[in-house]
Each structure stands twice: as C-alpha cells, then as structure tokens.
C-alpha cells in the first residue's frame, strides 16, 4: 500500500476482458506504439523494417536484429531473441 498515490489503486485480474476502461486504455496503447514504431522509428531506422514488423517478434525482425544488432532505447534488453546482441 502506497500512501502517496493521489489517486485510489485497485488491480483486476484480467482487466483488458473485464473492464471496458482498462480494455479501451490498451487499445489506445497498442495503436499509439504501433504508429510510433511505424512513424517514428522506422524513420530512424529504415533497415530494420519497422513499418512491416512493428517490432514485433516477427522471424523477420529477430533476423534483422541478429545481422544489424540491437537498438539501446528501441529494444528491450531482456527480450531473449535480442539479448546479448
């Protein structure tokens, strides 16, 4: 329990299936993230292809990666196919 939340915290389990607000807040992330990797990174980073793949797991994306190595900043570390390279 934080106390020096300014507003109350509840957790739901399965919340994107449960709660219409919490379903319509991720739909609204995943299209906000799509559209930066799609405007904005690939922009940045044409040879990773990041207008087809959106970063996602994508055999073609991991294979882009392995050959052209990770973006600090774009990538997450931890992710296992990028880790190490």
């Known amino acids: 329990n934080n106390n020096n939340q300014r507003f ?3 957790p739901y389990i399965n919340g ?3 709660v ?8 609204i992330a995943k299209v906000t993230r799509d559209d930066l990797m799609k405007h ?3 922009v940045k ?5 990041f207008d087809v793949h959106l970063g ?6 991991v294979e882009r990666v392995h050959r052209l190595g990770s973006l600090e900043g774009v990538h997450r570390m931890t992710f296992k196919q990028v880790k190490g390279r």
Do not use: K
């Open 56 to 61: 996602y797991g994508t055999r073609d994306h």
């Open 8 to 10: 109350p915290v509840r």
């Open 16 to 18: 994107d299936a449960n």
């Open 20 to 27: 219409f607000t919490v379903a319509l807040s991720s739909i």
């Open 40 to 42: 904005e990174i690939h």
């Open 45 to 49: 980073y044409p040879e990773y292809g």
